[in-house]
């Protein structure tokens, strides 16, 4: 009868780590899309001078220069999310929407 007691406690602390270990992965998966889903700066003028997060607020708060209003509650800092796009990248991206457009 012990070893029946001892086996099913086994059996639970083996579940108990299984559904452990699946839980933070799953949750470290969320983390990380929650902070790839943000969508990288442009190559604009603007991006490249802005320092701080009022910079970013000029334009995105008060809709200047066509900038799209931002979808958040300001942070401290823009760069935790928000990373510089990648020029080549961005150069890719437009020679292939000027290609869709022209076909």
Request: charged content about 20%; proline content about 6%.
């Given at each position: 009868?012990?070893?029946?007691?001892?086996?099913?406690?086994?059996?639970?602390?083996?579940?108990?780590?299984?559904?452990?270990?699946?839980?933070?992965?799953?949750?470290?998966?969320?983390?990380?899309?929650?902070?790839?889903?943000?969508?990288?700066l442009?190559?604009?003028?603007?991006?490249?001078?802005?320092?701080?997060?009022?910079?970013?607020?000029?334009?995105?708060?008060?809709?200047?220069?066509?900038?799209?209003?931002?979808?958040?509650?300001?942070?401290?800092?823009?760069g935790f999310?928000?990373?510089?796009?990648?020029?080549?990248?961005?150069?890719?991206?437009?020679?292939?929407?000027?290609?869709?457009?022209?076909?």
């Open positions: 009868m012990a070893t029946n007691k001892q086996s099913e406690k086994k059996a639970a602390g083996i579940f108990s780590n299984f559904m452990t270990i699946i839980g933070v992965v799953t949750v470290g998966g969320i983390l990380i899309a929650f902070f790839n889903a943000a969508p990288q442009s190559q604009s003028e603007a991006h490249s001078t802005a320092v701080v997060p009022t910079d970013c607020l000029q334009c995105h708060m008060v809709k200047i220069e066509q900038a799209p209003i931002m979808p958040h509650r300001p942070m401290e800092y823009c999310c928000h990373h510089k796009a990648d020029p080549e990248k961005l150069k890719t991206a437009k020679t292939l929407r000027a290609q869709r457009t022209a076909n």
